[in-house]
Structure formats: C-alpha cells, structure tokens
C-alpha cells in the first residue's frame, strides 16, 4: 500500500522499452530526425512502444489500483493520473531539467496519438463483437464522445477517431489539427496546456480547433 492507502503496482514497461523510448525521443528533441522518412520512422516507433505499453498495462493496473470502481465516473481522471506514474521512470532518464521539461510535451503528444490509435481499435471491437471485455476503454470513450457532442453534436465517436488517424498521414494543416483534437478530445487536455506544448498563441489553438471542428462537421455531420 502507499501512504494515502491505494495499492502499489509495478510498471510493465519492460527496461528495454523504456531505454529504448527514451533514446527515441532524445533523437527527436536534438533534430537528428530532420529528414522527413526518419522523422516518421522515428515517430512510428514510438507510438508502437506507447501503445503496446498502454494495450498490455491500462486494463491490470487500473484494476490493480481501483479494484471494482475502474468502471465508474471518471475514468478519465483515473487514467491520467496512472498515466502521469506510468511514464516517470522515462522521464528521469534526463538529467538536464530543459531535455527532460521537452521531452515530456513531447511524450505527452504520442501518448494522445497512441491513446487515440487505441481508443479506434476498441471501438473497431466493439463494432463487431457482442461483448467487449475493455471497460475502461469503454468508459473514456463514453466520456470523450460527451465531451465532443457539447461542440458537435450528433458525431460519432468513432468516426471523429478514424478522421484523426488520416489527418496524422496528411498535411502540415491536417496534422497540427489532429494534434490539437487529440489533446483535448483524446487526452482531455485544457486549451492552455496545448497552447504551452505545442509552442502555439491562444489565437492559433482556437483558429485550428475551429478549422478542424468545422472539417470534422462538414465531411462526417
């Protein structure tokens, strides 16, 4: 037990992957990925390392740590506190304060790709299945899709996903608006938060987030 009483768990993340994730991104943080084919390799590579995290440890240690309430109300909350955990052993492999404040913004930007790449796939699931045993994913996406219905009412969940996956493969433009709906609407990130990691004005967040709703609404309403 810990000291407020939760339960303790240990982190899944095998050493390899987590030295491993974390040579990616200090690869990516020093521009040694400029050219554009080692760019997306080096950026595939690390979603594939989040989500495989993520695939093989949300389910167990949310369970681990909340026992039978991991289905109730705010799973979100939940998850993104075990998240924060989850990922500390990566980040205290940078010493230098700087390297390690830039590595985290950019950690958080993979987990909302890998997290939404997870989320569609369970939503893909739950499609063609009867039963789905991922009640927690279940439960983010109930939460997210209200989330998004306050700005566009009437969209599916799923669809809005599948969008996002395209756009990640796009254009600069569709891309950097994939990232701002996959923060807020993914990782349920707040406005300022965005703004600080992606290095962009509060006119720039909204201009893309009003760019990309629209889109959102016009290709899926």
């Given at each position: 037990m810990t000291a407020d009483g939760r339960k303790r768990y240990t982190n899944p993340m095998t050493t390899s992957d987590e030295q491993r994730l974390a040579d990616l991104l200090d690869q990516r943080r020093q521009?040694?990925?400029?050219?554009?084919?080692?760019?997306?390799?080096?950026?595939?590579?690390?979603?594939?390392?989040?989500?495989?995290?993520?695939?093989?440890?949300?389910?167990?240690?949310?369970?681990?740590?909340?026992?039978?309430?991991?289905?109730?109300?705010?799973?979100?909350?939940?998850?993104?506190e075990l998240l924060n955990e989850f990922f500390v052993r990566v980040l205290d492999r940078f010493p230098d304060l700087v390297a390690k404040m830039k590595s985290a913004r950019d950690l958080r930007s993979y987990v909302s790709r890998a997290m939404t790449n997870l989320m569609l796939d369970r939503c893909r699931r739950a499609k063609h299945e009867r039963s789905c045993d991922d009640e927690l994913l279940g439960c983010l996406v109930e939460e997210r899709q209200q989330d998004l219905n306050r700005e566009c009412p009437g969209l599916s969940y799923a669809a809005v996903l599948e969008a996002l996956a395209t756009w990640a493969a796009g254009t600069r433009q569709q891309q950097r608006m994939a990232e701002v709906i996959q923060r807020e609407f993914v990782s349920g990130d707040r406005a300022e938060a965005i703004e600080r990691d992606l290095e962009i004005s509060k006119s720039e967040f909204y201009r893309l987030r009003a760019a990309a709703l629209s889109e959102l609404r016009r290709t899926l309403g």
């Open positions: 521009g040694r990925g400029q050219d554009e084919g080692l760019t997306s390799r080096l950026d595939r590579e690390i979603v594939e390392i989040v989500y495989r995290h993520l695939y093989r440890a949300l389910r167990p240690q949310m369970l681990a740590r909340y026992g039978a309430t991991v289905g109730e109300k705010h799973a979100g909350t939940r998850f993104t």
